[in-house]
């Protein structure tokens, strides 16, 4: 099933900068199923491109949709392999800073 759901990726990405904060937080859900299911050499470029995308939701209001992105993120994070690690690590290093001040986060779960 996840490999059938790939053809709705540019949805899904979509969904993560135009949907409300419910639909955001159902997209990270989906997202972390779907990447769960793939094998590792399928999802590592899938993984790069979708950090991207979860930038931007670490500074959310809904402080479940930041504990969302903020795990998603570490997971795909540790699914990139090969070729597609150099390009992680690009966003990675963009992403550390925002990560390092949401560890004061006023919500527990957010700043574990």
């Keep these: 099933q996840a ?13 993560l ?11 990270l859900v989906i ?17 790069v491109q979708l950090v991207e995308k979860l930038l931007p939701l670490f500074d959310a209001e ?4 930041r504990e ?7 997971e795909l994070v540790e699914t990139v392999v090969g070729k597609d690690k ?7 290093k963009r992403g550390l800073l925002p990560l390092f001040f949401h560890m004061q986060d006023k919500t527990e779960s957010v700043s574990k």
Excluded at 3 to 15: E, G
Excluded at 17 to 27: I, L, P, Q, R, Y
Excluded at 62 to 65: A, D, E, P, T, V
């Design 62 to 65: 809904s402080s479940q949709l």
């Design 86 to 92: 150099r390009r992680m690590k690009e966003e990675v």
């Design 31 to 47: 997202l972390r199923n779907m990447m769960g299911h793939l094998e590792r050499k399928e999802a590592s470029p899938i993984a």
């Design 17 to 27: 900068e135009d949907g409300h904060t419910d639909t955001k937080a159902n997209v």
């Design 3 to 15: 490999r059938k759901m790939l053809v709705f990726l540019p949805y899904i990405r979509q969904w």
């Design 68 to 74: 969302l992105s903020i795990n998603l993120f570490r």
